[in-house]
């Protein structure tokens, strides 16, 4: 389910209540839920959402292996946007459109194991299996970022690692 922001429809929560049938309330459920994505800048991307709405309450059988098959390609499509953004030669374009992929990816991810998992100590496990395997890559895609925007202000990258752990040190010493 891919979710481009080029031309697109992003709404409130409100219209997205009033699109879906469902009360405000019952939209914040199902991001909770990780039924629906989760916001980005307070707004849902409405093709998305009614796509995974839809196939939530009434998909069937050949709707999944659809949504897996497009999850297979996105799948692997992120793979090489990743691929390229972790090239030394790579742009600050390519991270973020490889970050951007990464979190869409991870997202249907986490679509699939909330609607399909038959209990939630099931859920819980794949969840986290999933959230560390996503935490680890896009700290893999930040740090190039990091590392690109370093080199063009002129700053060592060694520099700003050490400035992030000296925060992290301090706010655990204050925890």
């Given at each position: 389910m891919?979710?481009?922001s080029?031309?697109?429809t992003?709404?409130?929560?409100?219209?997205?209540?009033?699109e879906?049938?469902?009360?405000d309330?019952?939209?914040r459920?199902?991001?909770?839920?990780?039924?629906?994505?989760?916001?980005?800048?307070?707004?849902?991307?409405?093709?998305?959402?009614?796509?995974?709405?839809?196939?939530?309450?009434?998909?069937?059988?050949?709707?999944?292996f659809?949504?897996?098959?497009?999850?297979k390609e996105?799948a692997?499509?992120?793979?090489a946007?990743?691929?390229?953004?972790?090239?030394?030669?790579?742009?600050?374009?390519?991270?973020?459109?490889?970050?951007?992929?990464?979190?869409?990816?991870?997202?249907?991810?986490?679509?699939?194991?909330?609607?399909?998992?038959?209990t939630g100590?099931?859920?819980?496990?794949?969840?986290?299996?999933?959230e560390?395997?996503?935490?680890?890559?896009?700290?893999?895609?930040?740090?190039?970022?990091?590392?690109?925007?370093a080199?063009?202000?002129?700053?060592e990258?060694?520099?700003?690692?050490?400035?992030?752990?000296?925060?992290?040190?301090?706010?655990?010493?204050t925890?």
């Open positions: 891919k979710s481009s080029k031309n697109s992003w709404v409130t929560q409100k219209t997205l209540s009033n879906l049938g469902v009360t309330r019952r939209i459920q199902m991001v909770a839920d990780r039924i629906l994505p989760e916001p980005r800048d307070g707004r849902f991307h409405l093709p998305s959402c009614m796509a995974r709405y839809q196939l939530f309450r009434h998909g069937q059988r050949e709707d999944w659809a949504f897996w098959e497009q999850l996105d692997e499509h992120t793979q946007l990743v691929d390229e953004a972790l090239n030394p030669a790579s742009t600050i374009d390519q991270v973020r459109e490889a970050c951007r992929a990464t979190e869409n990816l991870f997202s249907d991810i986490r679509f699939d194991i909330a609607a399909k998992s038959k100590a099931e859920r819980e496990l794949f969840s986290q299996v999933w560390e395997r996503e935490n680890r890559l896009m700290g893999l895609i930040v740090s190039r970022g990091i590392e690109i925007v080199a063009e202000r002129g700053i990258f060694e520099s700003i690692v050490d400035g992030f752990r000296a925060e992290i040190a301090q706010a655990e010493a925890a």
